[in-house]
């Protein structure tokens, strides 16, 4: 079974710090998904990475796909409360099957 | 544009009972899929369906039931609801599968509680 592991589960930091949340896989996926989640709705995809080693960036939010296409990694500059919420990563399989990892719970203090 | 619509919203059920979650989608997607949302547990598939007619199970299908008439709508229904069933229910749907790394579309969310 293909898993998607997600760290850390939980942080907490202030308006303004910089952060790094990661997700892990000793299996290889064809592309690599980031949900972000707010209370009381459903996931909203933010960006798709595709090809191993690419770099995406979104305003202050930068993602990367690892070379191996095993890893990707969110991260985030000058984190602002609206970056408050739980962030979802998501692997298309070769099965034609997407797998979620557990998610990142992220707080940002104002 | 709606989307992906869900409801009810919230319900409360007792033990036994039964009920369908019903969603629709307005964008004309093949691809339509059932999770439930734990805490601190991510999102678990319930069952999908890539057309009208076809469903297919997830990871966690048992105690669920869904169908597929048509394109837009696709609910789930469960028959005898036991406590273990109390979570968050979210309806997705994409316009294809992996193949083309597509995008879920999620709706809002059902919030089950099974007392």
């Known amino acids: 079974t293909q898993l998607l592991e997600q760290s850390p589960q939980f942080l907490s930091i202030q308006e303004g710090e910089n952060l790094t949340v990661y997700c892990n896989s000793s299996s290889v996926f064809s592309s690599l998904q980031w949900y972000r989640q707010e209370p009381g709705e459903g996931p909203v995809l933010l960006v798709t990475?595709?090809?191993?080693?690419e770099v995406k960036k979104l305003k202050r939010l930068t993602f990367q796909f690892g070379d191996a296409r095993k890893d990707s990694s969110l991260h985030i500059t000058a984190a602002q409360p609206g970056d408050t919420g739980l962030y979802l990563c998501?692997?298309?399989?070769?099965?034609?099957?997407?797998?979620f990892g557990k998610g990142t719970r992220l707080h940002i203090l104002p | 544009n709606a989307g992906v619509t869900q409801t009810p919203k919230f319900r409360i059920l007792k033990i036994g009972q039964s009920m369908t979650l019903q969603c629709t989608q307005d964008m004309n997607h093949n691809y339509m899929y059932w999770y439930r949302q734990d805490p601190g547990m991510g999102l678990k598939l319930i069952y999908y369906?890539?057309?009208?007619?076809?469903?297919d199970k997830g990871e966690v299908p048992n105690g669920y039931n869904v169908s597929r008439s048509t394109t837009e709508d696709f609910p789930l229904r469960l028959e005898l609801a036991a406590p273990s069933q109390t979570s968050v229910y979210f309806c997705?749907?994409?316009?294809?599968?992996?193949?083309?790394?597509?995008?879920?579309?999620f709706g809002s969310g059902t919030q089950l509680s099974v007392l």
């Open positions: 369906s890539v057309g009208a007619g076809i469903t």
């Open positions: 998501a692997g298309w399989d070769r099965d034609d099957k997407i797998i």
């Open positions: 997705a749907s994409s316009y294809a599968g992996g193949a083309g790394n597509e995008k879920l579309f």
């Open positions: 990475v595709v090809t191993g080693g």
